[in-house]
């Protein structure tokens, strides 16, 4: 395992985004141990309880100080939370939207893709948690339209994808590649051969996809990939590979100044 030696938390920003508060982060700049060495935020995580707590406030105080943070039980549906308040506990579901100043929205992720959004002119935020199963369910497309519904407008609203496994890290069977050719026979060019009965599937295009396609005009990919890049990334399917117990998340959070 790499060794997470700077104390330095450097969220990662997208110009796509910029003037609003936000930041993808990994695991620099923590203080779990072990596997989950680094900015592990994972509240379902076998790590130290305390250590995620100081890691979640670390990530706040890194992207927006002074805000309260909302996160999810996340399901892998297309499930959006509307927050105008400081929420008690975590829902279930998959994406959170607000037009709200003070309420930093945080996406817990290790491979799935985080998405930012933002219409800066209306003043709303969205957060959504990007997985195969959200991703094909619409959880963007839910997204948005619970964003138009305090008042966005999509053909104004920004979008950054952030950290998550790269189509070269993400081998997949041949009923997991059926299940999206079925669904859209144009989905087949988000995935390249593989070994036998076995393909690699473009996550992060097919989200990018699915943002454009419902009228997002601003829209980029940061192009980091989380399995590969074990000094910067924690990784549920590295993790699985190598037969670990447990494994860190990082998080993505927006806010409104």
């Known amino acids: 395992m ?73 399901i892998h549906s297309a499930d959006v939370v509307t927050v105008t308040a400081p929420l008690a506990d975590r829902p279930h579901a998959d994406a959170l939207v607000t037009d709200r100043p003070g309420l930093a929205l945080g996406i817990l992720t290790a491979d799935c893709a985080p998405v930012l959004l933002a219409d800066r002119e209306a003043g709303v935020v969205g957060a959504a948690h990007a997985g195969w199963k959200g991703a094909i369910a619409g959880v963007t497309d839910a997204t948005i339209a619970a964003m138009e519904a305090l008042g966005a407008r999509r053909e104004r609203i920004a979008a950054a994808i952030g950290p998550c496994i790269a189509r070269a890290s993400y081998e997949v069977d041949a009923a997991f590649f059926r299940r999206f050719a079925e669904a859209d026979p144009a989905n087949e060019r988000f995935f390249a051969d593989g070994r036998v009965d076995h393909y690699r599937f473009d996550l992060e295009a097919y989200v990018t996809h699915r943002l454009a396609a419902a009228g997002i005009a601003r829209i980029e990919a940061l192009g980091l990939d989380t399995y590969a890049d074990e000094a910067r990334f924690f990784s549920y399917r590295r993790a699985t590979h190598r037969h670990e117990p447990s494994y860190g998340r990082q998080i993505a959070i927006i806010a409104l100044a």
């Open 2 to 74: 790499t060794d997470v030696t700077t104390d330095t938390i450097d969220p990662i920003r997208a110009a796509a985004l910029a003037g609003v508060p936000h930041g993808f982060l990994g695991r620099r700049g923590g203080v779990s141990q072990g596997i989950h060495d680094g900015l592990n935020v994972g509240l379902g995580s076998e790590d130290d309880a305390d250590a995620v707590t100081e890691n979640r406030r670390r990530a706040l105080a890194a992207v927006a100080p002074g805000a309260d943070l909302v996160t999810l039980y996340q």
